[in-house]
C-alpha cells in the first residue's frame, strides 16, 4: 500500500511539477471561509443569533444541557440507593432528556446552515470576480483548494484578500 502511494505521489509531482514551473504564481484558497469571514456573512450570522426563534431553541439547549447535568449528579449521588425501578425511571428520563437536546442542537445546526448557505448563495459571484481581480494582480497562475494542498505555506493562502475585496465591494 505504501509503495502504491509512493508511486502515487511520484506519479502527481512529474505531472504537476511542469505546471507549477509554468506558472507566475501557485498559491491556495478557500472558498466558503472567503465568504464566510465577509462583514455580510457575519451580520447575518449575528441576525440569526438574535431572532427570537433561535435564541429560543438556544435557551432550551442551554436549560437541557443543566437539565441533564443535574440529573447526572443526581445519578452519582444518589444512585447507589436506588432500587432497579428507580434506576431505569432515571435513566428513561435521561435518554429522554439527551434526545431532546439532540433534536435542539439538530435544529440549531440546520439553521446556521441554512444561514451560511444563503450567504454562499448570494456571494459566491461577487466572490468569483474577488477571486479573478487577485489572480490577475497578484499574476497568479494556479489557485489550488487549501482544502487539496497537503501543505501550503500560510503565506500563499490568498483567501483573506479576497474576504477583504468582498468586505470593500459591497
Do not use: C
Not at 444518589?78 to 439538530?106: C, F, I, P
Not at 440546520?110 to 448570494?122: G, K, P
Request: charged share 25%.
Amino acid at each position: 500500500m505504501s509503495k502504491l502511494n509512493s508511486i502515487l505521489l511520484l506519479t502527481v509531482a512529474l505531472i504537476a511539477a511542469p505546471m507549477a514551473m509554468a506558472a507566475d504564481k501557485v498559491v491556495v484558497f478557500d472558498l466558503q471561509s472567503a465568504i464566510l469571514n465577509t462583514d455580510m456573512a457575519k451580520k447575518r450570522m449575528q441576525d440569526m443569533q438574535s431572532n427570537s426563534e433561535f435564541a429560543s431553541m438556544q435557551a432550551k439547549f442551554e436549560s437541557l444541557r443543566a437539565e441533564l447535568q443535574k440529573m447526572a449528579k443526581e445519578a452519582e449521588k444518589n444512585g447507589v440507593t436506588w432500587n432497579q425501578e428507580q434506576s431505569a425511571e432515571h435513566r428513561k428520563k435521561m435518554e429522554y432528556a439527551r434526545a431532546d437536546l439532540e433534536l435542539v442542537v439538530k435544529k440549531l445546526q440546520a439553521e446556521r446552515n441554512a444561514t451560511a448557505q444563503r450567504v454562499m448563495e448570494e456571494l459566491n459571484p461577487k466572490a468569483q470576480v474577488a477571486l479573478k481581480d487577485v489572480i490577475s494582480a497578484e499574476g497568479i497562475g494556479i489557485v489550488l483548494s487549501t482544502q487539496t494542498a497537503y501543505y501550503a505555506e500560510p503565506s500563499l493562502d490568498i483567501t483573506a484578500k479576497v474576504t477583504e475585496k468582498l468586505n470593500k465591494a459591497k
